[in-house]
């Protein structure tokens, strides 16, 4: 608690039993978000907290991004992760960047906009909380079903809402990056349109997917489109079956159109036209150019990872490994 700015929302909210009653208030960053000012130094840092607990050095973290120093602006990238993100936990402080960061990744000369992306998208989404042999586990995000906190009190939940909101806000600086002449900024935009608050963007990626593009690209874009269609309770199931269907489409986009396809059945073991895809299609190159996708290292399923899933997908008494790494996503 600051002597001179008075409590935190997380002093307020730090094991409140009814924390609720703050909905909508100055201690709700969902509120607070679309109020920002233009300029980061005058956003409340001061009220919210981060992983470390002040957050007074963002706005400057903010300025490092900005730099033509590419060294700059790696450095200010680190410590915006330190500050907003730690170990699949999101503070509020993510909410009040996510504006700012949206912004600067549009802005053609600012450096790694990919990696600014993918903090944007990693602060919408949380850590996966079911288990890595879920079928759903592809297209989950945040604290489902329950209330979530962060190591101060604060509620999580409330903080990935409002960067999916301010996702949702910023569709009109997001999907001009679906074109982006870097491919790797495209797959970006795409995963990160996928956490907005609502299933508006589901059209300028279906558009994306059916046209000429990267295959990693439309990958992305297919699995986006279906990620929000699951969250929003709308059946993308026609569409994927056209595109399973069509033989023009790449490697890439089909076996993404058949994983997601997974993610709308309710059991194992997965349907048996969809193993003619994810069994006789997935060969160790086409593995190594999946493993790029930031859905798979979200849930632990890159390096090698995905051919054990789709086996425990079409194999119900297969157990398949934990995710590789020291320390999994989950």
């Not at 969902?30 to 980061?40: E, I, K, T």
Request: glycine share 10%.
């Amino acid at each position: 608690m600051s002597a001179d700015h008075g409590p935190t929302a997380a002093d307020l909210l730090a094991h409140e039993k009814d924390p609720d009653r703050y909905a909508g208030t100055q201690f709700d960053v969902r509120a607070v978000v679309p109020r920002l000012p233009a300029d980061p130094a005058d956003a409340p840092w001061d009220g919210f907290t981060g992983p470390y607990g002040p957050v007074g050095d963002v706005p400057g973290h903010l300025a490092g991004l900005a730099s033509a120093d590419p060294e700059v602006a790696d450095e200010a990238l680190d410590g915006l992760w330190r500050s907003l993100h730690h170990q699949g936990t999101v503070y509020a402080s993510a909410a009040l960047a996510a504006p700012f960061l949206l912004r600067l990744a549009a802005r053609p000369r600012t450096h790694d906009r990919q990696g600014i992306l993918a903090l944007v998208a990693a602060c919408a989404r949380g850590a996966s909380t079911l288990g890595p042999t879920e079928n759903v586990l592809w297209l989950t995000e945040g604290a489902r079903g329950g209330r979530a906190y962060d190591t101060s009190g604060y509620l999580a939940n409330w903080s990935m809402e409002a960067v999916q909101a301010a996702v949702t806000a910023h569709l009109g600086v997001l999907e001009p990056l679906l074109d982006d002449g870097d491919p790797q900024v495209r797959v970006m935009a795409a995963y990160t349109l996928a956490m907005a608050s609502g299933p508006a963007p589901a059209d300028a990626l279906r558009r994306r997917a059916g046209t000429g593009t990267a295959p990693l690209v439309a990958a992305s874009l297919v699995l986006a489109a279906a990620q929000l269609a699951h969250r929003h309770g709308q059946d993308a199931g026609p569409w994927l079956d056209a595109l399973l269907r069509d033989p023009a489409r790449p490697a890439e986009a089909a076996v993404a159109a058949a994983l997601a396809r997974l993610c709308f059945e309710e059991a194992r073991p997965a349907p048996e036209e969809l193993r003619p895809v994810l069994d006789g299609r997935l060969d160790d190159t086409l593995l190594r150019a999946l493993d790029e996708l930031p859905w798979l290292h979200h849930v632990g399923l890159g390096e090698g990872g995905l051919r054990h899933y789709v086996r425990y997908v079409f194999d119900p008494a297969y157990d398949p490994p934990p995710p590789p790494g020291s320390e999994p996503p989950f």
